[in-house]
């Protein structure tokens, strides 16, 4: 199957710092890219979607301006936290997915787990 | 509001038992996946259906799509310790998918 790499794993950082998350397609093109994020024994909550040279489509309640996501190429899309505090740490997981008649298929990274201090 | 109820939230087996978990909405869907996800990690797919009224067998497990693609079902036989893990249902009505709350599924040896 189709290869998501998602980094870091983990990653702390104090309060105020931004962090980064790197999520790659290593042997696909993902024309589209979503981010997720997941509480401790929840599912999955969608936070945007993305599509290579465009601009995000945050979901309701997401603040574009916290959550920056950047999707430059078709096996790149980042997440950058802004000004993190304790309240955005949790699991964020990124996914990617093709075009064309499986379109609807996602391919997941591993995670990053995030805790701000 | 969940688009894809899942049921139930969480089940806690014998090793050798058999179950069935549910996947069900009011919206058609183009396609449904089922994943698993352990702790830590990334969700995994396991399998994508298409067709109403569809079967497909994975080893132990059997997933069904019903016939007006609106629901969906995963049924494990004799489960092992292996299968333990959080199970996800997946739907995309539209262009967009969304994810079901999941089973948590325990199997004890």
């Known amino acids: 199957g189709a290869v998501v790499s998602q980094h870091p794993s983990r990653v702390i950082c104090k309060s105020g710092t931004s962090v980064k998350i790197e999520c790659r397609s290593l042997d696909f093109q993902a024309t589209t890219m979503f981010w997720y994020r997941q509480f401790p024994k929840k599912s999955l909550m969608l936070m945007a979607t993305?599509?290579?040279?465009?601009?995000?489509?945050?979901e309701q309640g997401v603040e574009k301006d916290k959550f920056l996501i950047n999707h430059a190429s078709l096996t790149l899309s980042t997440l950058t936290v802004t000004s993190a505090h304790p309240e955005d740490s949790s699991f964020y997981i990124c996914?990617?997915?093709?075009?064309?008649?499986?379109?609807?298929?996602?391919?997941f990274g591993a995670g990053t787990r995030l805790s701000v201090l | 509001t969940q688009l894809l109820e899942q049921s139930p939230q969480f089940l806690s087996i014998q090793e050798g038992e058999n179950l069935t978990v549910y996947c069900n909405s009011s919206s058609v869907f183009s396609s449904l996946q089922w994943y698993r996800q352990e702790p830590g990690e990334g969700p995994v797919l396991l399998v994508t259906v298409v067709t109403g009224g569809e079967v497909k067998k994975l080893k132990r497990l059997t997933f069904q799509f019903g016939d007006a693609r609106k629901d969906s079902s995963l049924h494990i036989t004799a489960a092992q310790p292996g299968d333990t893990g959080l199970y996800l249902c997946?739907?995309?009505?539209?262009?967009?998918?969304?994810f079901g709350a999941g089973t948590r599924l325990t199997v004890k040896p």
């Open positions: 993305s599509n290579e040279g465009s601009k995000a489509t945050y």
């Open positions: 996914s990617g997915s093709t075009s064309g008649g499986t379109k609807n298929i996602q391919y």
């Open positions: 997946a739907g995309a009505p539209v262009s967009d998918m969304r």
